[in-house]
T-cell receptor, first 114, second 112 residues
Framework: DGGITQSPKYLFRKEGQNVTLSCEQN?????MYWYRQDPGQGLRLIYY???????QKGDIAEGYSVSREKKESFPLTVTSAQKNPTAFYLC?????????????FGPGTRLTVL | EDQVTQSPEALRLQEGESSSLNCSYT??????LFWYRQDPGKGPEFLFTLYSAGEEKEKERLKATLTKKESFLHITAPKPEDSATYLC?????????????FGEGTQLTVNP
């Protein structure tokens, strides 16, 4: 089955630690995205990538880093510089074509800072 | 700056009671407007894309419509399983990388 997988589903982090969230897709999509969702709020874009080895900052990139070494994978690292990292993190992908640019989402990772 | 405002924030309906959710947007040239459904603790599920004013799309009990300033998601004779948060997002013509701007969502509860 084609789709987007995220792991882990739940993640607990101590203050001062870096953690990496995994996102993999087998849809052969060009573009991948990371969003953050806080309770009762919409999705806010952290980083996105249109092609391998290239990525751009979104609206709230401070305290986060990404890499795109393979088309299928777009891991997100939440660094100790992120002041309030507790949130629900969503990965998405799209074909990034003019007529087919719907984004499809993974199941999410809930990060809690202890 | 692109903006999306959804109303109401929350809506409670009785089973079979039809209603509409609103998504108002401000964007410098609309490439597309997207509707998603999100269940608690899960990722959003894609529902519809609308590209131009006057366009309508349907799926089961849901129908999405689009004008130059807003979109409506009409829910006809809802069932309890339609309970979810419905998210609206826009993509501007000038946007790079297919970026979407999301609204905060409408939390729909359908009581049996």
């Amino acid at each position: 089955d084609g789709g987007i997988t995220q792991s882990p589903k739940y993640l607990f982090r101590k203050e001062g630690q870096n953690v990496t969230l995994s996102c993999e897709q087998n849809l052969n999509h060009d573009a991948m995205y990371w969003y953050r969702q806080d309770p009762g709020q919409g999705l806010r874009l952290i980083y996105y990538s249109q092609i391998v080895n290239d990525f751009q900052k979104g609206d709230i990139a401070e305290g986060y880093s990404v890499s795109r070494e393979k088309k299928e994978s777009f891991p997100l690292t939440v660094t100790s510089a992120q002041k309030n990292p507790t949130a629900f993190y969503l990965c998405a992908s799209s074909l990034d074509r003019a007529a087919y640019n719907e984004q499809f989402f993974g199941p999410g990772t809930r990060l809690t800072v202890l | 700056e692109d903006q999306v405002t959804q109303s109401p924030e929350a809506l409670r309906l009785q089973e079979g009671e039809s209603s509409s959710l609103n998504c108002s947007y401000t964007v410098s040239g609309l490439r597309g407007l997207f509707w998603y459904r999100q269940d608690p603790g899960k990722g959003p599920e894609f529902l519809f894309t609308l590209y131009s004013a006057g366009e309508e799309k349907e799926k089961e009990r849901l129908k999405a419509t689009l004008t130059k300033k807003e979109s409506f998601l009409h829910i006809t004779a809802p069932k309890p399983e339609d309970s979810a948060t419905y998210l609206c997002a826009v993509q501007a013509v000038e946007t790079s990388g297919s970026r979407l701007t999301f609204g905060e969502g409408t939390q729909l509860t359908v009581n049996p």
